[in-house]
T-cell receptor
Framework: GENVEQHPSTLSVQEGDSAVIKCTYSDSASNYFPWYKQELGKRPQLIIDIRSNVGEKKDQRIAVTLNKTAKHFSLHITETQPEDSAVYFCAASDNNNNDMRFGAGTRLTVKP | GAVVSQHPSRVICKSGTSVKIECRSLDFQATTMFWYRQFPKQSLMLMATSNEGSKATYEQGVEKDKFLINHASLTLSTLTVTSAHPEDSSFYIC???????????FGSGTRLTVV
């Protein structure tokens, strides 16, 4: 089955700096890669996703890149703000209604 | 957008009792529901996948007789934790694939505490 690895587990940046979180996956059939932000005790919130037919997607301060050959994808947050502080999870699935596997999560802290 | 309603949000039960968690898709048909468990400061671990009208598929290490999953209709899936023990205390959350919006929709989660 799919195995998703995520690094780093914790990340601390200064407000205004960029943050990068990286994930790798094992199943070459995976073609849907969402990123979630989770506040404590709440459901994961989708912040951006990418499908295997594109290599990069951007939404304001958030961008995701995908390298299918290397089986890795990354989340980039620019101009970080304190409210970006949360736990971020990457995930992978083959999006044909099959299960989605999560990375271990990254706790991002943005210092004002 | 698609909504999955999950209840209860919090439940405290005594050791040995059973607890049922419901997830309902409110405005779409969820042919497949995924059930996750999340321990504090850990990731979401897939427990099982349920398909409407058929038996659930459990992940390795998840006891199917302990975590009973029923997906009797296209809008309702339930997870029953039977003979709960303190180690079952966790955050349980469901997720459904919404074909129309081409994405996964999560329930709000259930915090289970077994005392």
């Amino acid at each position: 089955g799919e195995n998703v690895e995520q690094h780093p587990s914790t990340l601390s940046v200064q407000e205004g700096d960029s943050a990068v979180i990286k994930c790798t996956y094992s199943d070459s059939a995976s073609n849907y890669f969402p990123w979630y932000k989770q506040e404590l005790g709440k459901r994961p919130q989708l912040i951006i996703d990418i499908r295997s037919n594109v290599g990069e997607k951007k939404d304001q301060r958030i961008a995701v890149t995908l390298n299918k050959t290397a089986k890795h994808f990354s989340l980039h947050i620019t101009e970080t703000q304190p409210e970006d502080s949360a736990v971020y999870f990457c995930a992978a699935s083959d999006n044909n209604n099959n299960d989605m596997r999560f990375g271990a999560g990254t706790r991002l802290t943005v210092k004002p | 957008g698609a909504v999955v309603s999950q209840h209860p949000s919090r439940v405290i039960c005594k050791s040995g009792t059973s607890v049922k968690i419901e997830c309902r898709s409110l405005d779409f048909q969820a042919t497949t529901m995924f059930w996750y468990r999340q321990f504090p400061k850990q990731s979401l671990m897939l427990m099982a996948t349920s398909n409407e009208g058929s038996k659930a598929t459990y992940e390795q290490g998840v006891e199917k007789d302990k975590f009973l999953i029923n997906h009797a209709s296209l809008t309702l899936s339930t997870l029953t934790v039977t003979s709960a023990h303190p180690e079952d205390s966790s955050f349980y959350i469901c997720s459904a694939w919404d074909l129309a919006n081409y994405g996964y929709t999560f329930g709000s989660g259930t915090r289970l505490t077994v005392v």
